[in-house]
C-alpha cells in the first residue's frame, strides 16, 4: 500500500508547552484513518503541520510524497479540509462559496454543487450568516468534498451534525475511499471510529501511543480479569499479556491469542472468578488513558 502522508520524528513546541513529539505516522492509500486523543493530545496541531498551517520545531512531513512545508501549495490542490471552528465570508451564500472552492481547485464540475448539497440538506442560496451551527459546519464539509480530492482531512466532522447527515457524510467518505481518496479525520466519537475508519492512531501528551488497524486489532483480543488469591504473575507472562491493572487478588489484562490457550494456561491457578470479555474500540481508550484524560 503506498502511503499517502509521512511524518518522521515531528514535533512542535509553543515556548516550553509540547504540542507534539517525535510523531512518526503513515497513512495510506485509500485509508479511512481515525486520530483517537483527549483535549490537548495534539491532534489539530499534527493536523495544522500536515497542512503547514504552523511550522514544525523538527521532524518532516510528506504528503504525496512532497514536503509538507516547501511544496504545500501544489498539495493543496489535491487536498480537502474541514477545520472544527468554521469560519467564511458572511455575505457569501453556500453557492458561492462552494464555486470559489472549485475554481481554486480548478474544477469546472459546478454540477457538483447541487449533489453535495442535496446529500448534507444544504440550502445553497442561504448567505453563510443566516445559517445555524450545523448548517455552517455542513458548508465546511462540502468544501472539503466538492471537488473530489484525493486527501480530505477532517477536524472533528460530525461535532454539531445530526445523526442522519453523520451517517451521510462518512457513506460520502466511504465512497471517496473506495475510488483511492485518503481521510484522516480526529474524532472525539469512538463509535465512528469504530463502524467507519480502517485504522486509528492513539495519541497521548503528544506522543503516538498506539497505530493499529481496527479489523484485526480489536476482533482478535480479549480483556480478561482473574480473581484468585496468591495470584502467581508468573504464569500470566507466559502469554506475553498486556497488563492494563493488577491488585493484590485480581490482575486484568488484554490478550491476543487462541482462547484454547489461554484456558489450558491459567487452569492451573486456584481462580475464584475469570471473565473474558470481547475487546472493544472503548476499551483500548480505556486502557491508554486510564489514569484521568477524557474525551
Known sequence: MTNIIETQSLSKNYGKT??????????????????????GAGKS????????????????????????????????????????????????????????????H????????????????????????????????KVALATALIHEPKIIILDEPTS??????????FEMLEEAAKKGATVFLSSHN???????CTVTGFIK????????????AITNKKIVT????????EILERLNVTIISDNDNSVKFSYTGELSTLIKTVSCIEMSDIIIENNSLAGEYIKYYDDGDKL
Open 18 to 39: 509540547c504540542g507534539i513529539s517525535s510523531v512518526s505516522l503513515n497513512v495510506g492509500e485509500g485509508d479511512i484513518f481515525g486520530f483517537v486523543g483527549p483535549n
Open 45 to 104: 496541531t499534527f493536523i495544522k503541520l500536515i497542512l503547514n498551517l504552523i511550522k514544525p520545531t523538527s521532524g518532516t512531513a510528506t504528503v504525496f510524497e512532497k514536503d509538507v512545508f516547501k511544496k504545500s501549495h501544489v498539495i493543496k490542490r489535491s487536498l480537502g479540509y474541514a477545520p472544527s471552528d468554521v469560519r467564511f465570508f458572511p455575505n457569501m451564500t453556500t453557492d458561492q462559496i462552494l464555486k470559489n472552492t472549485l475554481r481554486f
Open 106 to 137: 480548478r474544477n469546472k464540475n459546478y454540477s457538483r454543487i447541487d449533489t453535495i448539497c442535496n446529500r448534507l440538506d444544504l440550502d445553497k442560496n442561504k448567505k453563510f450568516k443566516e445559517l445555524s451551527l450545523g448548517n455552517r459546519k
Open 160 to 169: 454539531g451534525l445530526d445523526p442522519l447527515i453523520q451517517i451521510r457524510l
Open 190 to 196: 469512538l463509535a465512528e471510529i469504530r463502524d467507519h
Open 205 to 216: 501528551n503528544g506522543k503516538i501511543i498506539n497505530e493499529q488497524r481496527l479489523d484485526t
Open 226 to 233: 482473574i480473581t484468585a488469591e496468591n495470584l502467581n504473575r
